[in-house]
């Protein structure tokens, strides 16, 4: 299709229909729709329409009733899958096995797309620093390399090489930018962030992003120093489009133009088209500033013709390369034969049980002996629903804990233990279960039917320990003396100190979707032995939020019998478990850390290698992480930052050699002039189990 001779037989009313997108906040009931607004090309796309049938009726409405029969783009929330439910993708980051991720959204692009989804709002790219912010299990953690691979690995997952074929989407890098740093970890507040910072930590993923070809990005609620993001002409047009050389659409979130007036931003709905438009904003989510008064601002040449063609042929540009006006309707039949298929199943396990972490395993209680009799105690354990977590897919069954554990013939006695609903605890009928086995698994945090979401949007706390009566539960269980392995679920790192001294053994993960139960069973019956490694630091307490490991090192580092050193008073220092932690069934030992010289140039790649050997006694994958510190810079440096990991198995006994690359190009930080500088000097160089530990060496910089 030649867009550009079909954008010059647009009139004004169907070139703003195209910058107007039509959400389920809108109307209650397909039966709303103005049938007539889609006939006279007045809407250029939906969002969440998850009947086919439904969608190819509006599709039709619009390509065959109206003038030039442009069609509809369908968009959604793929966010950890469409039929099949993977884990939240914070849980998945936690393989660190990009590549997993990159299968997982091609499946979810692959069922999507059968379904008559063309477009997904992921990946979520917001570098998540804060426990207390909900969006948390969205993302892929608080570092901006490790982020940066999945950002990269979702895209290209989603998209492919060709985004017209039937089992790919167009996938949206969202929300730009800065919307996890809200003050309080509170979703939509104001964001004050320095633009050293901006660039340093929150920008590399949407430029890992750009780079594998995005087709949208999505712009964020919150207001940015000041300025909204959806009117902020700074961010959109000079950094997004002029700098980081974006050329797909923008699209602001849902109802986030229309808010522009409400921030106190604008005067009335007029100002505020005006300012979004100016900005940079295509096309506006589930609002009708542009509806309404586009025309008349194009009319009076106060939004020129040029932006608004501009932002038009971004959105056809974006049908086209999505083959919609060679195939714009969904094949039903395709769409029904959708289901759980043994590809998708396997996955959905393999991932899932890459995705649980192994916090703790005293005496090696873990794994079970399938002989032993377990009490499985919780509500969190037979809950479907709270095993696919937020933004599911269109299916909500999953396999629970309990289910699995019972299909597979373990000697299993069930107590829900709370209701997160009512805020009950049935401690008796626990305790009869506990005293009638061996061994105690306690499933507990954040679950979905406690006032809705325990996290997800707008689902942020300001205590991030597990609910009070999961709590009280966890004490008189650990007065019966048995042994007891807690498995805790959470959209965020949690403040798990309680929890860590009452029980045995850990395991965390955030949901884990269809397959939760099964993969459980094979971490607890040791199938598969954990190989998860924490992507958020975990703090001891609430108020050491925001808490991340690659903050600067202050002029007072925490000391705790040092009075004027910068620690609290009422909190241990550091993390309960840092960023990239997380143990296996057996151990590793590093040896033997070298470089491959002393001095580099910024055009040098440095090689880092270590060899890593399995001391215990079963088969064992490890991520070895890598990171470096720069010693001495004209702004501070961080204590430690994250530049390379690689995953790798070793069976008992086995020494392997891994090494890991790390252009010297990738060291460097914004100055206060707001270069990009690898600066001369000194570099010290990390590799181990995680943030806190490893072999150190060091290296120069020329
Ligand atoms: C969220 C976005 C999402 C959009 C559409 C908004 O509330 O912030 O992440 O893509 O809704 O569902």
């Given at each position: 299709m030649d867009v550009k001779k079909l954008l010059s037989r647009m009139t004004l009313d169907e070139k703003i229909g195209q910058l107007v997108q039509f959400g389920p906040s809108i109307y209650k009931?397909?039966?709303?729709?103005r049938w007539d607004t889609l006939r006279n090309g007045e809407i250029g796309s939906f969002i969440r329409v998850r009947d086919p049938k439904m969608g190819n009726k509006l599709q039709k409405c619009a390509v065959?009733?109206?003038?030039?029969g442009i069609p509809l783009v369908f968009a959604d929330d793929i966010i950890h899958g469409y039929y099949t439910n993977f884990p939240v993708p914070a849980a998945e980051a936690c393989s660190w096995e990009p590549e997993l991720a990159e299968r997982t959204a091609a499946l979810a692009a692959k069922e999507a797309r059968a379904s008559?989804?063309?477009?997904?709002?992921?990946?979520?790219?917001d570098l998540a620093r804060?426990?207390?912010?909900?969006?948390?299990?969205?993302g892929a953690g608080e570092d901006p390399y490790l982020l940066s691979c999945f950002a990269k690995a979702r895209v290209k997952g989603f998209q492919?090489?060709?985004?017209?074929?039937?089992?790919k989407v167009a996938a949206c890098a969202k929300h730009?930018?800065?919307?996890?740093?809200c003050i309080g970890g509170r979703d939509y507040n104001s964001v004050e962030m320095s633009e050293q910072t901006l660039y340093d930590m929150f920008l590399p993923p949407f430029f890992a992003a750009i780079d594998a070809g995005v087709a949208t990005v999505m712009s964020a609620f919150h207001d940015f120093n000041g300025v909204p993001c959806a009117g902020n002409k700074w961010l959109m047009?000079?950094?997004?489009?002029?700098?980081?050389k974006f050329d797909g659409v923008l699209i602001s979130d849902a109802g986030a133009v229309g808010q522009l007036q409400t921030h106190g931003y604008t005067e009335d709905e007029k100002d505020t088209a005006k300012k979004a438009m100016d900005a940079g904003t295509d096309i506006e989510m589930a609002s009708f500033t542009y509806t309404h008064h586009l025309k008349e601002l194009v009319n009076a040449g106060d939004i020129s013709i040029e932006r608004l063609d501009e932002a038009v042929l971004r959105v056809l540009e974006l049908k086209n390369r999505l083959g919609l006006f060679e195939n714009p309707y969904a094949d039903t039949d395709m769409a029904n034969s959708i289901g759980a298929t043994e590809e998708s199943l396997a996955l959905a396990r393999e991932c899932a049980r890459k995705s649980i972490v192994l916090l703790k395993n005293k005496n090696n209680i873990?794994?079970?002996?399938?002989?032993s009799k377990i009490?499985?105690?919780?509500a969190l354990a037979g809950n479907e629903d709270d095993m696919n977590?937020?933004?599911?897919?269109?299916t909500k069954n999953a396999v629970t804990i309990y289910a699995a554990l019972k299909a597979d013939n373990y000697k299993v006695r069930y107590a829900k233990g709370y209701d997160l609903k009512t805020d009950e605890v049935f401690v008796e009928e626990a305790l009869k279960a506990a005293r009638e086995c061996e061994i105690i698994l306690f499933v507990a945090g954040e679950g979905i039917n406690y006032q809705g979401?325990?996290?997800?949007?707008?689902?942020?706390?300001s205590d991030i320990k597990i609910p009070k009566i999961q709590q009280e539960l966890l004490t008189e269980l650990k007065k019966t003396g048995k042994p007891i392995i807690a498995y805790i679920f959470s959209g965020r790192p949690l403040a798990l100190r309680n929890v860590d001294e009452a029980v045995d053994a850990m395991l965390w993960s955030g949901g884990?979707?269809?397959e939760t139960g099964n993969a459980v069973m094979d971490i607890l019956s040791g199938d598969y032995n954990p190989s998860a490694k924490l992507v958020w630091t975990f703090p001891t307490?609430?108020?050491?939020?925001?808490?991340?490991?690659?903050h600067n090192n202050t002029g007072k580092p925490p000391?705790?019998?040092?009075?004027?050193?910068?620690?609290?008073?009422d909190a241990p220092i550091g993390a309960q478990y840092p960023f990239g932690y997380g143990l296996s069934y057996t151990s590793f030992k590093y040896d033997n850390l070298r470089i491959s010289g002393a001095k580099f140039t910024v055009d040098d790649v440095l090689e880092a290698s270590v060899d890593i050997t399995n001391t215990g006694e079963v088969f064992g994958e490890e991520t070895a992480e890598l990171y470096v510190r720069d010693v001495v810079g004209s702004r501070v440096r961080p204590v430690r930052e994250l530049k390379g990991f690689k995953k790798t198995g070793l069976y008992p006994g086995e020494t392997k050699t891994v090494t890991i690359d790390v252009?010297?190009?990738?060291?460097g930080f914004h100055n206060a002039d707001m270069e990009y500088v690898v600066e001369p000097g000194k570099f010290l160089l990390y590799i181990g189990p995680?943030?806190?530990s490893g072999l150190k060496t060091e290296f120069f910089v020329k």
């Open positions: 009931n397909f039966e709303e729709i065959e009733e109206s003038r030039l008559g989804i063309q477009w997904t709002y992921a990946p979520m790219v804060d426990a207390r912010w909900g969006r948390n299990s969205e492919g090489d060709d985004i017209s074929a039937p089992d730009f930018v800065g919307y996890s740093a047009t000079d950094v997004l489009r002029n700098e980081m873990l794994p079970i002996n399938k002989k009490a499985v105690i919780g977590d937020v933004w599911s897919g269109k979401y325990m996290s997800g949007e707008a689902r942020n706390r884990l979707g269809t307490s609430s108020g050491q939020s925001p808490y991340f490991y690659n000391i705790r019998e040092i009075w004027y050193s910068s620690k609290y008073i252009p010297v190009k990738n060291l995680d943030s806190e």
